[in-house]
């Protein structure tokens, strides 16, 4: 069978505005540059968001996750609307900290979840930059690591991600609660 085709990454720009949604000094955000640090320690983590909301398109960034004893944390890069609520549609990478060879992939859709998958890194994220990006488009999702296709999701009758609501990109640091 025939490759996927790897759909194009376009440079943007810089986020000028991001909002913090908890322990702002834990959060280091250059307005000039792509260059935000989430800081886990004895404050706890941080998690910082767009201020403004997105529909469909391929949202990415490089990511290092923290090294060292990383077991119990938790740290994501997920598009989210209506965070809080039971309906919320989220689609997201999670890197659950205990492994750090391995990433989580999710979705939810009208809050209906159990959508994980776990993929193989093949190295360790902690040791450098790499590109994470999720693409959303009306009738589909695909998840991408360094341009290469790790999942992708066709929308089903009944499936909730149709692109109907705004999302906002969020990263987080913090301790898994399970």
């Given amino acids: 069978t025939a490759e996927p085709e790897t759909p194009s990454?376009?440079?943007?720009?810089?986020?000028?505005?991001?909002a913090i949604?908890?322990?702002?000094?834990?959060?280091a955000h250059c307005a000039d540059s792509n260059?935000?640090?989430l800081?886990?320690?004895?404050r706890g983590g941080a998690r910082w968001r767009t201020t403004r909301p997105f529909r469909y398109g391929t949202f990415s960034a490089q990511i290092r996750c923290p090294g060292g004893n990383t077991s119990g944390l938790n740290f994501n890069l997920y598009l989210s609307s209506l965070e809080g609520d039971r309906s919320q549609d989220e689609i997201?990478?999670?890197?659950?900290?205990?492994?750090?060879?391995?990433?989580q992939t999710n979705f939810y859709a009208t809050g209906a979840g159990n959508n994980e998958q776990i993929h193989d890194l093949g190295f360790d994220c902690a040791d450098g930059f790499h590109v994470y990006a999720i693409k959303w488009?009306?009738?589909s999702i695909e998840w991408?690591?360094?341009?290469?296709?790790?999942?992708?999701?066709?929308?089903?009758?009944?499936?909730?991600?149709?692109?109907e609501?705004?999302?906002?990109?969020r990263f987080g640091l913090g301790r898994e609660l399970h």
Avoid: M, W
């Avoid at 949604?21 to 959060?27: F, I, R, S, V």
């Avoid at 997201?92 to 990433?103: M, N, P, Q, Y």
């Fill in 144 to 163: 991408l690591i360094d341009g290469k296709i790790v999942r992708g999701e066709e929308r089903k009758e009944g499936l909730g991600f149709s692109g």
């Fill in 137 to 139: 488009a009306l009738d």
């Fill in 21 to 27: 949604d908890y322990n702002p000094e834990a959060c």
């Fill in 92 to 103: 997201d990478f999670e890197f659950l900290g205990k492994d750090r060879t391995i990433v």
């Fill in 35 to 37: 260059f935000i640090t």
């Fill in 165 to 169: 609501t705004h999302v906002s990109i």
């Fill in 9 to 18: 990454l376009h440079q943007t720009q810089p986020l000028k505005e991001i």
């Fill in 39 to 42: 800081t886990f320690d004895h």
